[in-house]
């Protein structure tokens, strides 16, 4: 669908595509197998995550929402209002719309991965909040990325929902940090959500919900690879394994063989063991006194932390 919105302007820096290729066979070909969980994330992957985000077992989205409910209104009083909101990995942006509410930017620059999905929640929002200017830039925010900003806007704020910042090893959150906190510049202030370290039990049925839907979005990549690069998996010799690994506090998440197999990827051949697995996601889990110490070595400086009353997530916000 053409941008035909005069307040929604489309960037795209075409992220993936091009190296989706080398991608995949790089990280099929190392020992153990993995591949990046950003690639989950083509049209299909990110409808099941937004399915996900429903499960009666996955709590991080609704308790999240909650805290932005109770709290946008301080959260809006320290990243300033009428400013530029920045939104990293904005998927259907629904989170966005309880701190739009409060924040009332001028303008709103949402990054994604996924296209047609950053399209589509974009004209949505400009319909919901006329008046305001939106920037949608497709891009990959996992390495140096790019954003349509102006030079003379200041007072930057950005908005990283969801606890994205878990698919990250701690080492490439650092890095992710630090790469906001540049583009954010001095006194820019960053919202961000951070899933934290609870019981496994609770953990491990979030991520291994009883209607199948974290297994059909895991598998999903196993379709997407086979549609983009001409690759032959039979996603039905695969299965979804998801499990708490408490030394690292993270869950992860593994496509598991079946069976003794080959598989055409790009012209090559990958062979794999019965059990073997490719390792699609981590996601770190987090105390609150630990991601601050990671923000800090990022250059941020903690300001304030929400949580609900379980303690199950938190929204930090970070100053430059
Ligand atoms: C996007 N990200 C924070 C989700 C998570 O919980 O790590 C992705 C996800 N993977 C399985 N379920 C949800």
New binding site residues.
């Given amino acids: 669908e053409p941008t035909q919105d005069a307040r929604v302007s489309f960037c795209d820096y075409h992220p993936t595509i091009a190296d989706l290729r080398e991608e995949v066979l790089q990280g099929l070909s190392q020992s153990p197998k993995r591949l990046s ?1 950003k690639l ?1 994330y083509d049209r299909r992957g990110s409808q099941l ?1 937004d399915a ?1 985000t429903e499960l009666p077992e ?1 709590y ?1 989205t609704r308790t999240e929402i909650g805290i932005l409910e109770t709290h946008g209104e301080a959260m809006a009083d320290r990243l300033g209002r009428e400013n530029v909101l920045i939104e990293l ?1 904005s998927g259907s942006s629904l989170k966005i719309q309880t701190l739009l509410a409060a924040l009332r930017p001028h303008v709103y620059v949402p990054v994604d991965i996924s296209k047609d999905h950053l399209l589509a929640s974009a004209h949505a929002l400009a319909e919901r909040f006329p008046g305001l200017m939106i920037l949608a830039a497709c891009a990959d925010y996992s390495g140096p990325f790019k954003l349509p900003l102006e030079p003379g806007w200041s007072q930057l704020a950005a908005f990283f929902p ?3 910042i ?2 990250f090893e701690p080492q490439e959150a650092r890095g992710l940090l630090r790469r906001v906190a540049g583009v954010l510049g001095e006194g820019g202030r960053l919202l961000i959500g951070v ?1 934290l370290r609870k019981d496994p039990s609770l953990l491990s049925a ?2 291994n919900d009883a209607q199948g839907v ?1 297994a059909a ?2 598998l999903n990549l196993l379709t997407r690879i086979n549609r983009e690069l001409e690759a032959d998996f039979d996603t039905s010799a695969f299965r979804h394994k ?1 499990f708490f690994n408490a030394e690292v506090s993270r ?1 992860e ?1 593994h496509l598991e063989s079946l069976c003794d197999q080959s598989v055409r990827i790009a012209g090559r051949e990958i062979p794999f063991k019965q059990g073997e697995t490719i390792h699609t ?1 981590c ?1 770190y889990k987090y105390s609150i006194a630990d991601f601050q110490a990671l923000a800090r070595d990022a250059g941020f400086e903690a300001e304030e932390v929400w949580t609900d009353s379980e303690q199950l997530f938190s929204v930090h916000c970070l100053r430059v």
Avoid: Q
Wanted: hydrophobic residues 35%.
């Fill in positions: 969980p989950f995550f996900i996955y991080p990995g969801g606890s994205s878990g698919n899933d979030a991520y974290t979005f895991n998801a869950i998440m996601e996601s």
